[in-house]
């Protein structure tokens, strides 16, 4: 059963960068892809960015693209959100989860890490 585990939230303020890693447990050879998702307060869940674990095929939200960067360490079954220029509006609990060959969508989730930025 693999696990995830986040880290590298905080509070940062508009402009600023952060990295946030997501570290798999438990062997990653079942894993297709890996996204990260976002929940701001009161709203639902969104998709961010999405690495394929292969290929390196990378995907990105609209509201992301150019700020944020998606990146993996295959050795280290970590997976990375670099992001920049951050933007009161990204503010949010940042997801990290993981889509399986075996399943059409992400199927083990994190715990989560708050990112807060202020203006």
């Known amino acids: 059963q693999v696990q995830l585990i986040e880290s590298g939230g905080g509070l940062v303020q508009a402009g600023g960068s952060l990295r946030l890693s997501c570290a798999a447990s438990g062997g990653t050879f079942s894993v297709y892809r890996m996204g990260w998702f976002r929940q701001a307060p009161g709203k639902g869940r969104e998709f961010v960015a999405a690495?394929?674990?292969?290929?390196?095929?990378?995907l990105y939200a609209d509201s992301v693209k150019g700020r944020f960067t998606v990146t993996k360490d295959n050795a280290k079954s970590t997976v990375y959100l670099q992001m920049a220029s951050l933007k009161p509006e990204d503010t949010a609990v940042y997801y990290c989860?993981?889509?399986?060959?075996?399943?059409?969508?992400?199927?083990?989730w994190g715990q989560g890490t708050q990112v807060t930025v202020s203006s």
């Open positions: 690495i394929t674990w292969n290929s390196g095929t990378t």
């Open positions: 989860a993981l889509r399986p060959y075996s399943n059409q969508g992400y199927d083990t």
